[in-house]
C-alpha cells in the first residue's frame, strides 16, 4: 500500500515538473500565430512545430539561428520568452 502511495506522488510530480509554464493574456490580445512565427523566423528561428499548450501559451520546437535544437514558450500576447529548454 505505501509503495503505491509513493509510486503515484513520483507520477503526480513528474507530469508537474514537465508541465510548462500558464499564461492567462484574453485571447484578443494575443499576436497573430503566423504573424509571431514569422518573427521568430526572422530572427533565425527554424520551427519544426508550432502550438498552443495547454496553458494557452506560444510553444515552439525547432532550431535557433545556430542551429541548436530549442522548445520555447512565449506568451502569445507579448511575445516575450517564459522558458526554455
Not at 17 to 45: S, V
Not at 53 to 82: H, M, Q, R, S, W
Amino acid at each position: 500500500m505505501k509503495s503505491t502511495l509513493v509510486a503515484a506522488l513520483l507520477v503526480a510530480a513528474t507530469g508537474a515538473a514537465m508541465a510548462g509554464p500558464t499564461c492567462t493574456a484574453p485571447k484578443e490580445t494575443w499576436k497573430k500565430e503566423a504573424d509571431f512565427q514569422a518573427e521568430l523566423k526572422q530572427q533565425g528561428y527554424e520551427i519544426k512545430t508550432f502550438k498552443v499548450t495547454k496553458g494557452n501559451c506560444y510553444e515552439i520546437y525547432g532550431k535557433d539561428k545556430a542551429g541548436k535544437k530549442v522548445e520555447i514558450y512565449f506568451d502569445p500576447a507579448t511575445g516575450k520568452t517564459l522558458e526554455s529548454k
